[in-house]
């Protein structure tokens, strides 16, 4: 065992290990009421452990009663726990935990207690076809390694310890050279958050940009996130109001830095990071939650999860989440936000192999964002927030179905077979007023804009995993082939971009504009959309070395090979070309707790768009560098992580034709330099923290400013369970949300403010056994807070005080 991998020294561990097996030898016992039982089992505490895999249930039962919990690795490995909530005794506690696992308990110190596999009572006699009969003896077994529970990979309050996305593999984030933020269901539920964009854009180095009569994005490290990825596997369609409702979400990462490497090429480029989803799966342990919201302006949302054994070897289980939510209106008056969202899935477990089928559906109506228009060169030339610009059914329509499987294979040793893939198709469509030529006195030209899109993806990954010792040298290695086909519209019929001949308003008057859609406009332009599958192969080899106890390296190496339309007259129609894709990473171990890496990771994105001749452009690629640190702290309960990064990206790519055949032409340069802090953990008993710091530079080649850039962002979330046994079902939560100023631009080029900003958010809640119920304020102050992304005839704003009542039942 790597010292760097618990609380202990070796040699403490070694001494659990030799003792737990001591027990063991000296003679079962059973796991119910105990004869002599001391103390510790007796201590009450007050609980809320949710269900979640075994290993995070009994680490929030150690840190949450005060006990020192050792296990096995691989009993708990798969194993789910219902969880705990309520005062109880440490004994009731294990009992609920370890409920239908096969798993037993024995206490070995004043403090300390050993989960291991239950002892089966031996037969008062064996026949032994060699002897005969012979007296009953105990059968033994040597235990696995004892490892401390704070080492295990999952989540525990605000805090994670491990990712698969980053590596494909489970990966302690001890042994990441490379920044990645976990979202956990314990932080989700604390800010009161239902889709994903609530709870990403908190996190360091991320923003979060309204999309105007589209989709919102993100951006992380200064450049686009791309569609992300949904259990590391990459969306080829998929976009924010894509993505699943949280009830269906287990967990949310944000990868730092380019993500080519794990084939993430979408269409918008992922140079600065990727956000990956990672869905709720099928259980055995049974879960039936019903959850709740209603609140000003976001409407009423419910939504159940459940989940359980369909046999009764419980080898064959299944989930089924279900949500939807309706608002009337926005508080500027847009109307119809509605969605609806279903998910089912089945898993079977057996012996050395695995099996998991879901799908997904996904109808989200998404109003067009509260916005004004400039009719200068400033915010205080806006429209006034009282006049609707548009038309109150401007929105985003998005319907999205999703099928996808996981299988595994491990038949012996340390070598497993890996293959899982989706196939994702969506239909889109919008309508929305925007507005051209804005003056002073209101005077505008309205241009109605409406789209319809479909689009299909599926990808298939392929892995061999296996692990190789040679001395103090351990490879963890990953051989993997990906395929994945795009197929980006339909390119006849109705996927288009329309927009009409313009239309006299004026935007201080207000008046009533008809739908966007409406047949009495006269169309101005019309510009078809896709048409063509594109085509990936990507070849993926990667080398998670361990040399001894101190070093940690990963090497990574990806070779691409894409297919891309052509409509040059000398070019062939398609052209196929490949590129080579490296990463290489090292983490040094400084202490137990502390732990040092550098990298380096190239980015690369195939470029869709056809130059003036007709044929694709080169594909942009990038280099970004990154060191770190990551410190744990309040004897691991908590974990202080610093980045620096620099990336530099060789050119964009800006559409400058607005009429056919719409051509574009490489744009600049980026560099992007910044400093990220986050914290996470609970560093008392009953307060969790997570809080982070963004300090970023962008410079682009051009000498051009770059827009919707803060340099600094600030975070901080706080939650506290009252202690005291009269208060222990009460809790408060709050928060700052902030940042500094950033630019605008306007249609003739000119830049404008946005000005910094600071939006609380607070709650109070009140915890029973089976339910909950939450009572939250956001933007406390009904200050004014403007989006980060604004032009001159979009800038994006909120106002007023959201109140919400939220809630949940497990039944």
């Known amino acids: ?72 690795s691989a009993a708990v490995a798969g194993q789910r726990s219902p969880g705990a909530a309520g005062t109880l005794t440490v004994r009731a506690a294990l009992a609920r935990l370890l409920d239908g696992t096969g798993l037993d308990y024995e206490v070995i110190g004043a403090r300390t207690v050993v989960v291991r596999q239950r002892a089966f009572a031996p037969a008062a006699s064996f026949e032994s076809r060699l002897s005969g009969a012979k007296p009953s003896v105990p059968i033994v077994s040597a235990l696995d390694t004892i490892r401390v529970s704070g080492v295990a ?65 993100f951006r992380i490290r200064g450049f686009n996130a791309g569609n992300g990825m949904t259990d590391g596997m990459p969306n080829g369609v998929a976009r924010v109001e894509d993505l699943p409702p949280l009830i269906g979400i287990e967990r ?52 159940f999860d459940f989940a359980g054994p369909l046999d009764a070897q419980r080898r064959l289980s299944y989930r089924l989440v279900a949500a939807g939510n309706y608002a009337d209106r926005t508080a500027q008056g847009y109307r119809g936000q509605r969605s609806g969202y279903l998910a089912p899935s089945l898993a079977w477990q057996g012996e050395a192999a695995r099996l998991l089928l879901g799908a997904e559906y996904v109808n989200n109506r998404v109003p067009v964002p509260d916005h004004t228009v400039l009719l200068g060169d400033s915010l205080a030339l806006s429209s006034p927030f009282g006049v609707l610009p548009g038309n109150a059914g401007d929105h985003a329509l998005f319907r999205t179905a999703r099928g996808y499987y996981l299988a595994e294979w491990a038949p012996a040793g340390d070598w497993s077979l890996r293959s899982r893939g989706q196939y994702v198709r969506q239909r889109e469509s919008g309508q929305a007023w925007a507005f051209a030529n804005a003056q002073r006195s209101g005077d505008a030209d309205a241009l109605a804009r409406t789209y319809r899109y479909s689009d299909a993806f599926y990808t298939l990954q392929n892995e061999l995993a296996g692990r190789i010792e040679q001395g103090p040298l351990t490879h963890n290695l990953l051989l993997g082939f990906d395929y994945a086909r795009t ?45 063509a599958w594109s085509t990936d192969r990507g070849l993926f080899l990667q080398d998670q070395l361990a040399v001894g106890e101190s070093w940690d390296v990963l090497a990574a ?10 409509r040059g007259a000398d070019a062939a129609p398609t052209q196929r ?23 380096s990771t190239t980015g690369f994105q195939a470029d869709s768009l056809l130059g003036e001749d007709g044929r694709p452009l080169p594909p942009s690629v990038s280099r970004q560098v990154e060191a770190g640190a990551r410190l744990d702290l309040f004897e691991r309960r908590a974990r202080l992580t610093a980045a620096w990064y620099r990336i530099r990206l060789d050119h964009s790519v800006d559409l400058v034709s607005p ?127 403007y989006a980060v992304d604004a032009e001159q005839s979009f800038v994006p704003l909120r106002e007023g005080r959201v109140v919400l009542l939220s809630g949940t039942w497990d039944f």
């Open 252 to 303: 949310v990462e944000v990868l730092k830095g380019p993500e080519a490497i794990l084939g993430e090429a979408s269409v918008d480029n992922n140079f600065g990071g990727s956000v990956n989803i990672v869905m709720k799966r099928p259980q055995a342990e049974p879960v039936r939650q019903l959850a709740f919201s209603a609140g000003r302006y976001d409407g009423t949302r419910l939504g």
């Open 557 to 566: 190496l990806r070779r691409t090979t894409y297919t891309l339309a052509s």
């Open 577 to 599: 070309r490949s590129i080579w894709i490296p990463r290489l990473g090292v983490v040094y171990k400084a202490t137990p707790a502390l732990a040092l890496y550098a990298s």
């Open 659 to 785: 009429d056919p055949p719409y051509f574009a032409v490489p744009g600049p340069g980026q560099l992007n330099r910044g400093m990220e802090l986050e914290f996470e953990g609970q560093p008392l008993p009953g307060l969790d923290l997570s809080a982070s710091y963004t300090g970023a530079s962008i410079r682009n080649r051009d000498g051009s400013r770059p827009t919707a850039a803060p340099r600094r962002q600030f975070n901080l979330w706080a939650s506290y369970r009252f202690q005291r046994p009269a208060l222990q079902a009460w809790g408060v939560a709050g928060g700052v949300f902030a940042r500094s100023r950033s630019l605008g631009r306007t249609e003739d080029g000119a830049y404008f403010d946005m000005p910094g900003q600071a939006s609380v958010e607070a709650n109070v809640g009140y915890y029973a056994d089976r339910w909950r119920l939450t009572l939250g304020a956001k933007n406390l102050f009904a200050r004014r807070l």
């Open 1 to 72: 065992m790597r010292a760097a991998r618990g609380a202990m020294t070796a040699r403490g561990v070694l001494a659990g290990a030799g003792l737990a097996l001591a027990l063991a030898l000296a003679g079962p016992r059973a796991a119910g009421a105990r004869a002599g039982a001391p103390p510790l089992l007796e201590a009450q505490a007050r609980l809320d452990i949710p269900a979640q895999p075994l290993a995070t249930a009994l680490m929030a039962l150690g840190r949450q009663a005060d006990v020192q919990i050792l296990t096995a």
């Open 153 to 217: 990979l999952g989540d525990a309050g605000f805090k994670a310890d491990g990712t698969r996305a980053a590596t494909r593999t489970d990966t302690d984030l001890a042994d990441l050279p490379q920044s990645v933020s976990v979202v956990t269901r314990d932080l989700m539920d604390s800010q009161q958050a239902f889709e994903v964009a609530d709870v990403v854009r908190h996190v360091a180095g991320v923003d979060y940009v309204d999309g105007f009569g589209g989709p919102p994005l």
């Open 487 to 531: 197929h980006a519209g339909s390119g006849a019929g109705p996927d288009a971009v329309t927009v009409s001949e313009p239309h006299a308003f004026n935007l201080l008057a207000g008046g009533a504009l008809p739908s966007a859609r409406s047949p009495e406009l006269s169309v101005d332009l019309v510009r078809p959309l896709g048409g």
